[in-house]
């Protein structure tokens, strides 16, 4: 696998894959800031059973395209939710499923009592009477059965913010896999929920090329680096964005700005390029692998 290496360049163009926050709307003009990484989704299940869970909920769809499966959720009672990579799941007495995947331009709304009229393409709107839901823009919005559920799971790697994954079996599909290691973990059959943020920060975190191919890397390297992705995310999920950034490496540490960004925490590459490695003052690189910007340190992660 080759990897482009680009010059400095200017890093307004909105050609990023970022995550971390849903699209949103400013100035009227609508700036999309990529899919959400998992954190996100997680955030969005504990938010949406605060909400709703143990409530009869009335489901419409004022733009119409999701009203046959409007008409089935409604009276149904919100059981729990879960998050599963980027895929969020709400789970209704009698086997419903909701499978909701929000893409580059899915965003939920949510607020207390009585729903305002719907602004806009709302897929779905829920409603208890206590609060309303709406989701806008997704790009899947539809109710599973028990199987369908679970070839949904079967077809995603492990999820590090899920207790019940299994990195070997990650580790089984990268072992034997000549492919850049950035690529495996941005798949989702391999690793569920990572996006473009954890996946180049992880690697910095590591010391490792994200070029490295899948079957260089030894198990007790798959382990460190499963066990910093746990870490970071865990705590994307309780700040509501993504830091990587070690105690030594802080602004406040360094003597330096924060970073400004519209993805907002503090990282040591991503969306770098050009700027000095918070560890050894080397330039970040910013490469194009499979279409996808990649941002790495020459220096921190040479092997
Ligand atoms: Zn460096």
Request: glycine letters at 10%; proline letters at 8%.
């Amino acid at each position: 696998m080759t990897l482009r290496t680009y010059p400095v360049v200017d890093e307004s163009t909105p050609v990023d894959v970022s995550g971390g926050c849903p699209a949103n709307v400013a100035g009227g003009r609508a700036t999309v800031a990529g899919v959400p990484e998992g954190h996100t989704i997680h955030r969005l299940a504990a938010r949406h059973a605060e909400l709703f869970a143990g409530d009869k909920v009335h489901a419409a769809s004022p733009q119409g395209r999701f009203a046959a499966g409007a008409a089935r959720l409604t009276g149904s009672v919100l059981d729990g939710t879960e998050a599963y990579g980027k895929h969020l799941l709400h789970h209704y007495a009698g086997e419903l499923t909701l499978h909701v995947h929000l893409g580059l331009y899915g965003k939920f709304a949510d607020g207390p009592g009585e729903p305002p009229p719907p602004v806009g393409q709302v897929r779905l709107r829920l409603s208890s009477d206590r609060h309303w839901l709406d989701l806008r823009g997704p790009t899947a919005c539809e109710l599973l059965t028990p199987p369908e559920v679970a070839a949904l799971r079967d077809r995603l790697g492990p999820d590090p913010l899920r207790a019940d994954a299994d990195p070997d079996r990650a580790y089984a599909r990268i072992r034997r896999s000549g492919t850049a290691l950035a690529a495996l973990l941005l798949d989702q059959s391999v690793v569920a929920g990572t996006g473009l943020i954890f996946v180049t920060e992880a690697l910095f975190r590591a010391g490792l090329p994200p070029t490295t191919p899948g079957r260089e890397l030894t198990q007790a390297d798959w382990r460190d680096l499963w066990a910093d992705l746990v870490e970071l995310m865990t705590l994307a999920v309780r700040n509501g964005r993504i830091d990587t950034v070690r105690p030594a490496h802080l602004p406040e540490a360094m003597g330096r700005a924060p970073r400004v960004d519209r993805h907002g925490g503090e990282v040591y590459v991503y969306r770098r390029s050009g700027a000095p490695c918070h560890v050894c003052g080397a330039e970040i690189s910013r490469g194009d692998l499979a279409g996808r910007n990649l941002y790495w340190c020459p220096t921190c992660q040479r092997r």
